[in-house]
Nanobody, 125 residues
Framework: VQLQACGGGLVQPGGSVRLTCADS????????IGWFRQAPGKEREFVAA????????YYADSVKGRFTVSRDTWKNEAYLDMKNLEPEDTAVYFC???????????????????WGQGTLVTVSS
């Protein structure tokens, strides 16, 4: 699996953005997907995770109800739809893949074996 996250940019507070995690090897369906973020001066933290088919999905409390993780098994892509963005959501967002937890994704970043390069989301007016 070769991950690449994209879709970040400058967003106004209250706005929305979709991040995409693509796999150039087209094997993403074999993995659970996790989304993580790292704000300036802070440690990387869990945001959301999805099983390979999207049936099991988990969210950090800070984003629950505002963010949605989804998959497109045909395109071998995963998405993080973010709405009602707040300045505190400003961070570099990473997607990660793990095969061992393909049906029951984990919130633990250290269990993810493959990582994309990250995409910056800046929430500011």
């Amino acid at each position: 699996v070769q991950l690449q996250a994209c879709g970040g940019g400058l967003v106004q507070p209250g706005g929305s953005v979709r991040l995409t995690c693509a796999d150039s090897a087209r094997t993403l369906n074999r993995y659970a997907i996790g989304w993580f973020r790292q704000a300036p001066g802070k440690e990387r933290e869990f945001v959301a995770a999805s099983s390979w088919n999207g049936l099991a999905r988990y969210y950090a409390d800070s984003v629950k109800g505002r963010f949605t993780v989804s998959r497109d098994t045909w395109k071998n892509e995963a998405y993080l739809d973010m709405k009602n963005l707040e300045p505190e959501d400003t961070a570099v967002y990473f997607c990660a893949a793990d095969r061992a937890t393909v049906t029951n994704p984990t919130r633990n970043q250290y269990e993810y074996d493959y990582w994309g390069q990250g995409t910056l989301v800046t929430v500011s007016s």
